[in-house]
């Protein structure tokens, strides 16, 4: 039966939970379907991965010192060649920025269907069936594979990353790297600016989104965050508007956050926000609008406008400090 | 140098949305759709660019309700030209809309001149089969980079230098040879604000124009079995009253926590 692939994903000499949490979810398929599963890594250092990919059949691993970060270009190679070799029809990626766009060009290159936003799988009748997130999250749908086949954009945080840890050490297979045309030149990372606060170290977090209007409002929270001995962050609309800096951003290209309170304010919780704070403890929210999505992961909520609540928050919790 | 900003029209989730008694779409009774985020960042980096470096800008859509809107209030901005495919955009999975701009360039309308940049925006919310440019790029074998928060050209503008944005607010730069497709998620500053009266005045000075296209043969690429509302699987409590009652209660919680 055909196998699985996995992308292992990989930035910075670290892999992330989502590389198993797929490899969780491709071993339960894999063994439902009677197919292996192959974890396939791309670039500098990734053989010293290899033994934490166990829960795989094996490992295959095309690495060279020049490969950090490897190109899209030789990453589709090596898939497209790998389908090919092991007869692997189904492929496994990353739903994070560095695999971005690889799940569609393959797709294009290979004629197998590509699948986003996936958050779950299952066999069902002998077919896999995948669950997607779209529209911000707000709509569910579910995607019939065809002789099972298909290419699958896995979001972060949708599989249990347990099941995809095991102490065994898999089999390594290297392959050289195929020659490629690649157009696109990567030249250099460039860290965030040091910014004042890392939001990431904060016990609190006062997290401003939309509903926070404009820039004039950021101070009020600003307020609120320090009586609350914690700082302001940001989903992202609010800093593509210019109101915080990059280093305050919460999400999928921000930063990812575990505070003991998140107190989200005017914000919808779209997934890819979402990522960025479901490790947070103790989560609240305010939004005008009763149907926002982040009600259904936050653990008290409010309809009422945020603006209107952040002054007396403000002198609510002084009062409750002093009294103290 | 020239620049095509590709549009898409996508349901607008400030709304509620639901399901179809089809179980396959979206009922669109109340069903609202505005411009996609990230194209509106697409075109607001394309005005920059152009502002730098001269050239025209192209903004090219399908069909779909509200679009003339978007595409003359584009022009408002700044946008030279404004394109329209009577294709209807709704009807389409987001590989079928590509193989459509991907005539839209091969077969006249449009040249791919050497110092061309086709910039969709670098995802939308209904992108289940996909992305737009990544499949665009393939269909015309032209460099892709998605994902992107700047650009920037050197080289007689025959290279684009691009941010590309990964986690924790950590960026790469790559070079992007010309003629080539970008995925913009973000533009360098805000979208620009245009007023009514401009769009209005433009409404009756300029036209859209139209380029046919044949539709695609097949309209989605996925066997999608339903659609459906997520349960909740933990819904929040919700904490009821005036702001001031919910702030005291809140209060409360937080104390109670140990968090203040």
Known sequence: MSA???????????????????LGAARKLGDALQAQVHAVAVGKGVSAFASQLGVADNVIVVEDASLEPPSAELVLAVLKQQMEQKQASRVLLGGTNVSFGLGA?????????????????????????????????????????????????????SFPPDAGKSPRTPPVEKMAAPAVDCKVTFRRLIEPEAGDIDITKQDVLVSCGRGIQNADNIPLAEELATVLGGAVS????????????????????????????????????????????????????????????IFDFAHYGATVDCLDILEPLKEAIAKKKAAK | MNQFVLLKMVP??????????????????????????PDEHALEQALLL???????????????PEVDDVLFTALAKGADRAVKIPVDQTKLGTAATAKVFAAFFTSGGATLAPLTLVMPGSQANDDLEGELAPFLAEALQLPYLGVVSSVALEDGGKKAVVLKEFAGGLRGEFEVPLPAVLGIQSAEKPPRYVPVAKVRAVMKSAKI???????????????LEKMYKPEAAGRAQMLEGSPEEIAGKLADLLAERGII
């Not at chain 1, 999400?251 to 998140?262: H, Q």
């Open chain 1, 234 to 293: 940001a989903s992202r609309p609010v800093v593509d508007q210019g109101w915080l800096p990059l280093t305050r951003q919460v999400g999928k290209s921000g930063m990812n956050v575990s505070p003991k309170l998140y107190l989200a304010l005017g914000i919808s919780g779209a997934p890819e926000h979402w990522e960025g704070m479901k490790g947070a403890q103790l989560v609240v929210a305010v939004n005008t609008d009763p149907k926002a999505p």
């Open chain 2, 12 to 37: 607008d989730t400030v709304e509620e949305l639901n399901v179809a008694s089809d179980n396959q779409s979206l009922d669109s009774e109340f069903l609202r759709f505005k411009l996609s985020d």
């Open chain 1, 105 to 157: 060009r393959l797709s294009a290159r290979t004629g197998v269907p590509f699948i986003n936003f996936c958050k779950g799988a299952r066999v069902e009748g002998g077919a896999v069936v995948l669950t997607s997130a779209v529209f911000g999250g707000k709509i569910l749908s579910d995607v019939r594979l065809a002789d099972s086949q298909g290419i699958v954009s896995v979001y972060p945080g």
């Open chain 2, 209 to 223: 124009e139209t380029v046919s296209v044949a539709a695609p043969e097949k309209a989605a690429a996925l066997d």
């Open chain 1, 4 to 22: 699985i692939l996995v992308l292992v994903e990989h930035l910075k000499g670290a892999m992330p939970e989502v590389t198993f949490e797929m």
């Open chain 2, 50 to 64: 152009k502002e730098k470096q001269g050239g025209t800008v192209t903004v090219v859509a399908l069909d779909a």
